[in-house]
């Protein structure tokens, strides 16, 4: 006589895995409207990053939206909230920076075309062009989680 046991549970998403799905999502938006707008040849227009700040919004976002029905039911832990919000911010910088490194080395008309743009002393280098987007990225992440845990954050840490 065979017994089967099924496990009636489901697995709980750590906070790592979730910010590595939206954060992947994330790197994906910004890497793909990266590449429009140098097709566009729109790359040397430094106001069009500014979309990539709503792209690290929207990721964080998501991957908050995605934990209250899977984690909490109703408002994250303030601290777990900032640590899902690393993750997702953190990898897409990494990711996103990463990518713009390698691009820049791959293609020899992409710096020339930045550099009058960017505020730093010094030649222009495929490494520092991956540092500083990944810079940008991950502090404009910190502000977008600090903005929106205020709204996710759980209502008892909310008066303290």
């Known amino acids: 006589m065979e017994h089967t046991i099924k496990a009636n549970h489901t ?16 790197a994906i938006m910004m890497i793909v409207y990266f590449i429009i707008m140098w097709l566009l040849n ?9 979309v990539n700040y709503l792209f690290i919004g929207l ?4 991957a908050y939206r995605s934990t209250l029905g899977k984690i909490h039911r109703l408002h994250l832990p303030y601290l777990q ?3 899902m919000g690393l993750w997702t911010y953190g990898f897409a910088a990494i990711v996103f920076g990463i990518f713009v490194g390698i691009f820049a080395a791959a293609n020899s008309g992409f710096l020339p075309a930045i550099a009058p743009k960017i505020p730093i ?3 222009l280098t495929p490494f520092m062009a991956g540092f ?3 810079a ?8 977008w989680t600090l903005i929106l845990m205020q709204y996710f954050k759980r209502e008892d840490e909310q008066e303290a």
Do not use: N, Q
């Open 132 to 134: 500083l987007v990944f």
């Open 121 to 123: 002393d010094g030649p």
């Open 42 to 50: 729109l790359i040397e227009y430094a106001g069009f990053r500014y």
């Open 11 to 26: 697995e709980t998403p750590s906070i790592h895995k979730i910010g590595f799905l939206y954060g992947s999502i994330t």
């Open 136 to 143: 940008e990225s991950f502090i404009i992440g910190v502000v």
């Open 59 to 62: 990721g964080i976002f998501l």
């Open 81 to 83: 909230g900032l640590l």
